[in-house]
């Protein structure tokens, strides 16, 4: 479909595969809800686009790329990869202002910075939608589980933290908050996954993720009360 407000994105990510294994594309867009409408009746299909190779009907994109021998992707699919992409942006952003100010990489403020850059952007993946995060929070967070706002009030408590720690300001109070929250938060962790060995979904980065809850939340939360043990110990 190529229509004045609406280009079809499979359409064109159809087009490229083709393409890109080699295909010469006989393309055909369909201009109008009228045309295609039309094309939908005449092949019996639901969606388009529609991929034919030498006259035999492939399908859809996702057919295209099991023709291909490509797995599609599958949106229920439990994936690490949201939370990994996170901390490695963070890491690489910690490391490139450490070097602005700092002139070096490898330094003790690099790691502080990394993760409290963390805690900002893991809030800001929460704060996105408050509702859904609180939802799958409630299924495992004990102190949730006792005192409901809690879920609401958790993702604005953990980016306080994070931007109070990277300032470097009122530590009396951004460090005890991330200890408490940090430390609620791995005690519910383990106990869901080692102890209870639950299946669930991490909410820590919102609650429309696909995130296992296991050894990375876990992380996430142990990375926290290492922080706010190091500024109490360090006192700054």
Not at 157 to 185: K, R
Request: glycine letters at 10%; charged letters at 20%; aromatic letters at 12%.
């Amino acid at each position: 479909m190529v229509m004045d407000r609406h280009v079809c994105p499979y359409g064109l990510k159809a087009r490229h595969l083709l393409r890109s294994k080699g295909y010469a594309v006989e393309d055909h867009p369909l201009t109008t809800r009228e045309e295609t409408d039309a094309f939908k009746a005449q092949h019996g299909v639901k969606t388009t686009p529609q991929v034919f190779i030498g006259g035999e009907r492939i399908g859809g994109f996702d057919d295209l790329r099991r023709w291909f021998g490509i797995k599609p992707r599958d949106p229920k699919a439990k994936t690490y990869r949201p939370v990994i992409t996170l901390f490695a942006m963070t890491a690489l952003l910690a490391l490139a202002a450490t070097y602005v100010v700092d002139g070096a990489l490898l330094t003790l403020r690099a790691a502080e910075w990394f993760i409290s850059f963390s805690m900002v952007v893991l809030a800001i993946q929460k704060l996105r939608d408050v509702e859904s995060f609180s939802s799958m929070f409630l299924g495992y967070d004990l102190l949730a589980k006792r005192w409901v706002p809690y879920g609401y009030i958790y993702p604005f408590a953990e980016g306080l933290a994070g931007v109070l720690m990277t300032a470097g300001v009122l530590t009396w109070f951004s460090a005890p908050l991330a200890l408490v929250i940090g430390g609620i938060g791995a005690v519910s962790v383990f106990k869901a996954v080692y102890l209870d060995k639950r299946d669930l979904k991490c909410a820590c980065v919102g609650g429309d993720s696909n995130v296992p809850l296991g050894g990375v939340s876990l992380l996430e939360n142990v990375m926290m009360v290492a922080m706010a043990v190091w500024m109490l110990v360090r006192g700054h």
